[in-house]
């Protein structure tokens, strides 16, 4: 186990510069924003953005990530800084001038959602979540008000929080993540966890292969403890790492520790 953690290391190392695809800015469609400004205002509104971007970034609901951020942008151009405070029927408004460029999974959610995020940022944060952020010691304590004031980001008691969490490591970890909360500390962290970072997990029997089809919070606890032992000052670090792995482990027979060796050796 030990050769294989040594292994992973090295390949996370790799592979952890990355920039994500929902604030890459040499993907298309440009952004209305460069993700790593340092003009104060820009990184107050790219907060509030990519806020909105994180809470639909989910399969069941635009299907692919990129759908995600093709669906902002559009968004964007429709409203422009409208967008920030735009309610249910606006967002709505704006899905129907794009229907024919932009198919989303379930789009009947997509304006709900958007709608809480913008009331969450004026109500709670009072339209500057970098100075909220703030009011707060750890990526926890700022994760729980996501996750309970926005629709789909996990009020369900025991959900993993993915996406509170993937938003949560663009907006502490350093670059290639963009640390816009630089008061908050990267070692606090949790793993977002999905399917494909899970399979993962079960190669190094951190969790059991019966729980992929319903992960829980407990999960997103053991697998951020196995991170922590490769970087105890930074374990979100895994994250996409994890994330390509587990896409070569779709087409594995077994989930097992020769399995994930030969996915790091194909890379």
């Given at each position: 186990?030990?050769?294989?953690?040594?292994r992973?290391?090295?390949?996370?190392?790799?592979?952890?510069?990355?920039?994500?695809l929902?604030?890459?800015?040499?993907?298309?469609?440009?952004?209305?924003?460069?993700?790593?400004?340092?003009?104060?205002?820009?990184?107050?509104?790219?907060?509030?953005?990519?806020?909105?971007?994180?809470?639909?970034?989910?399969?069941?609901?635009?299907?692919?990530?990129?759908?995600?951020?093709?669906?902002?942008v559009?968004?964007?151009?429709?409203?422009?800084?409208?967008?920030?405070?735009?309610?249910?029927?606006?967002f709505?408004?704006?899905?129907?001038?794009?229907?024919?460029?932009?198919?989303?999974?379930?789009?009947?959610?997509?304006?709900?959602?958007?709608?809480?995020v913008?009331?969450?940022?004026?109500?709670?944060?009072?339209?500057?979540?970098?100075s909220y952020?703030?009011?707060?010691?750890?990526?926890?304590?700022?994760?729980?008000?996501?996750?309970?004031n926005?629709?789909?980001?996990?009020?369900?008691?025991?959900?993993?929080?993915?996406?509170?969490?993937?938003y949560?490591?663009?907006?502490?970890?350093?670059?290639?993540?963009?640390?816009?909360?630089?008061?908050?500390?990267?070692?606090?962290?949790?793993?977002?966890?999905?399917?494909?970072?899970?399979r993962?997990?079960?190669?190094?029997?951190?969790?059991?292969?019966?729980?992929?089809?319903?992960?829980?919070?407990?999960d997103?606890?053991?697998?951020?403890?196995?991170?922590?032992?490769?970087?105890?000052?930074?374990?979100?670090?895994?994250?996409?790492?994890?994330?390509?792995?587990?896409?070569?482990?779709?087409?594995?027979?077994?989930?097992?520790?020769?399995s994930?060796?030969?996915?790091?050796?194909?890379?």
């Open positions: 186990m030990d050769d294989l953690l040594s992973l290391v090295k390949y996370v190392d790799e592979n952890s510069n990355i920039t994500d929902q604030f890459d800015p040499q993907l298309h469609p440009p952004l209305p924003y460069n993700p790593y400004s340092t003009d104060p205002s820009v990184r107050r509104k790219l907060a509030h953005y990519l806020l909105l971007v994180a809470s639909v970034d989910e399969g069941n609901v635009v299907g692919a990530a990129e759908n995600a951020r093709k669906l902002m559009g968004c964007y151009s429709l409203l422009k800084e409208r967008l920030f405070s735009a309610d249910q029927s606006t709505l408004g704006a899905l129907e001038n794009m229907r024919m460029k932009f198919k989303a999974r379930d789009s009947s959610r997509i304006p709900s959602i958007l709608e809480s913008n009331s969450f940022v004026s109500c709670q944060a009072q339209d500057d979540l970098l952020s703030k009011r707060f010691d750890t990526p926890f304590e700022f994760a729980e008000q996501i996750s309970m926005i629709l789909r980001m996990g009020r369900t008691p025991g959900s993993t929080r993915k996406k509170t969490w993937m949560m490591r663009w907006m502490v970890r350093g670059f290639p993540d963009l640390g816009l909360f630089d008061h908050l500390h990267p070692r606090n962290l949790f793993v977002p966890l999905d399917r494909n970072v899970a993962v997990a079960v190669c190094l029997n951190a969790i059991p292969e019966m729980k992929l089809g319903s992960l829980t919070w407990d997103v606890v053991r697998v951020t403890d196995l991170a922590r032992r490769m970087f105890p000052e930074d374990p979100a670090k895994v994250d996409y790492p994890f994330f390509l792995l587990g896409r070569k482990l779709r087409r594995s027979p077994t989930l097992s520790e020769t994930l060796v030969s996915a790091i050796v194909s890379n």
